[in-house]
C-alpha cells in the first residue's frame, strides 16, 4: 500500500549542506562526520537512526549549535545555526528532570515571563498531554523512569519549541515503557505538529515512528541512505510493509541473516 506523505510538499525546516566534524586525535585530528546533506520539513518526524559512534550525537550538536563544525553549515528557515537557541529544545536520555523542582515546577521553568493565567494553562494542558495530572506536586524521586521521561518531554513542549530534538530519550527504559511513550510522543505530534528529529539505534523504534529515517554509516559518520517509512498511523507492527522496513534497515545496516 502506498500512502502519500503531505511532508513531501511542506516548507523546508532545516537544511544540512556539506557538514562534517574533525575532533583533535592523537597526532591527526579524526573526522568524526563526513560531509553530510539532508533536509527536515516543517511537521516531520526524522530519525538518524546508526550504530554506536557513527557521529548522531555529533550532527545533533552541530544541528543545536553547541558545536561548531569543521565545514558546511546548519540553516534552519534559512538562518544560519551559529549558537543555541532557545527556542529549539534538546530532551537527552541522561539529562532528567530538576530533582528539586516538583512536577509542576519542572513544567513551568521555562515559562516564567508568562502571564500567571496563560502560565497556568499551559501547565495544566502539558500535565493532561503525558499523563501526568494528579502528580503535579510530586517530586520527580516519586515518579518512575518512564513518568519522568514524559515530564521532560512536558518540560520541553510547554515552551512551544519550534524544534524538538530527542537524542535517545527512551532507550534506558524496559521495553513496554518505551513502547508505551512511543505511542505518546506520535499522539502528541499529531496534536502539536512539532517537527521533531530523533536520534536513534534501534530499527523498531526509527520504523514505528519516523516519516522518513535516515541511516547512518560509521567511520567517518555518514548518511547512507534515507528511508521513507510510508505507513499510516497508529502502524501495526506485525504488518507485512512494517516488517519489509524493518528487514531493509537491518540489511542496510549489514545484521540481516546474523545468527
Ligand atoms: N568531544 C569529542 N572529542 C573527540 N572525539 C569525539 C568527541 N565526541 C565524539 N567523538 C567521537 O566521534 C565519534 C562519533 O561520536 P557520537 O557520540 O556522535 O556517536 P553516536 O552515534 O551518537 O554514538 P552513541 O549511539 O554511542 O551515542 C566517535 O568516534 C566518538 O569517539
Known sequence: MSVENPLKSGAIKLRARGVSVHFPGEGQ?????????FECREGEFLCLLGPSGCGKTTLLNVIGGFLKPTTGQVLIDGEPVTRPDPRRIFVFQERGVFP??????????????????????????????????????????ELSGGMKQRL??????AV?????????????????TRHTLRQELLRIQAAERQTILFVTHDIDESVQLADRVLVMSSRPGRIQ??????????????SPRY????DELLDELGLAHQV
Open 160 to 176: 512551544k519549541p519550534d524544534m524538538l530534538f530527542l537524542d535517545e530519550p527512551f532507550s534506558a527504559l524496559d521495553a513496554i
Open 100 to 141: 528539586w523542582l516538583t512536577v509542576e515546577e519542572n513544567i513551568g521553568f521555562g515559562l516564567t515571563d508568562l502571564p500567571a493565567p496563560e502560565r497556568r494553562r499551559r501547565l495544566s494542558h502539558y500535565l493532561e498531554l503525558v499523563g501526568l495530572t494528579g502528580f503535579a506536586r510530586a517530586w520527580p524521586s
Open 29 to 37: 585530528p579524526r573526522q568524526a562526520l563526513a560531509p553530510v546533506d
Open 243 to 246: 516488517l519489509q522496513y524493518r
Open 152 to 157: 521532560e518531554v512536558a518540560r520541553a513542549l
Open 225 to 238: 541512505r534515507v528511508v521513507d517509512i510510508e505507513l499510516p498511523h497508529p502502524r501495526d507492527l506485525s
